[in-house]
T-cell receptor
Framework: GAVVSQHPSRVICKSGTSVKIECRSL??????MFWYRQFPKQSLMLMAT?????????EQGVEKDKFLINHASLTLSTLTVTSAHPEDSSFYIC???????????FGPGTRLTVT | KQEVTQIPAALSVPEGENLVLNCSFT??????LQWFRQDPGKGLTSLLL?????REQTSGRLNASLDKSSGRSTLYIAASQPGDSATYLC??????????FGQGTTLQVKP
């Protein structure tokens, strides 16, 4: 299957700082990328949908000014958690797809810990 | 609003047993349904994708079925192995590609 990478895999930051997470599709062009967060023992919750070259669409309850998403190319999307707080600590996972007829391929996730 | 439910939440079986994981969804207007596997602390691995017009898909020891009208899907695992131990997630998508996930079934296969 197709490969999606995320960087970094783990990050620890201090409260009030910003953290950028990268999601890359390595061997295919992803017209759409999705960002999810997952709390321990819970399922994935969609945060936003990112289409290349356009603004991200955020799910209800997700602060767009706090979670900045950029999808500058068909192989790269970034999620920046601004002014991070301990409650933002979570497992962030991205996925990428070539379109709704195709499978979504998931990255390995980024574990964010805000101290 | 689409809701996806997976039963059971956890399952423990001896090695070699055949097993079925269940997934139900409230809105039958889905575009496709995917089954994923997630190992602890890891991302998701796609197992099977069933388009809304299909009834089932098979890959190796895995078989997934879809009954859109009743809002149900099952994942059948034949001859289970300890390496199959993981959390299995079912997700349905709309035509925008957005996935709605169930809570998952955590499977333990004992040697």
């Amino acid at each position: 299957g197709a490969v999606v990478s995320q960087h970094p895999s783990r990050v620890i930051c201090k409260s009030g700082t910003s953290v950028k997470i990268e999601c890359r599709s390595l061997d295919f062009q992803a017209t759409t990328m999705f960002w999810y967060r997952q709390f321990p023992k819970q399922s994935l919750m969609l945060m936003a949908t990112s289409n290349e070259g356009s603004k991200a669409t955020y799910e209800q309850g997700v602060e767009k000014d706090k979670f900045l998403i950029n999808h500058a190319s068909l192989t790269l999307s970034t999620l920046t958690v601004t002014s991070a707080h301990p409650e933002d600590s979570s497992f962030y996972i991205c996925s990428a797809t070539s379109g709704p007829d195709y499978e979504q391929y998931f990255g390995p996730g980024t574990r964010l810990t805000v101290t | 609003k689409q809701e996806v439910t997976q039963i059971p939440a956890a399952l423990s079986v001896p090695e070699g047993e055949n097993l079925v994981l269940n997934c139900s969804f409230t809105d039958s207007a889905i575009y496709n349904l995917q089954w994923f596997r997630q190992d602890p602390g890891k991302g998701l691995t796609s197992l099977l994708l069933i388009q809304s017009s299909q009834r089932e898909q098979t890959s190796g020891r895995l078989n997934a079925s879809l009954d859109k009208s009743s809002g149900r899907s099952t994942l059948y695992i034949a001859a289970s192995q300890p390496g199959d131990s993981a959390t299995y997630l079912c997700a349905v998508s709309s035509n925008t590609g957005k996935l709605i996930f169930g809570q998952g079934t955590t499977l333990q296969v004992k040697p």
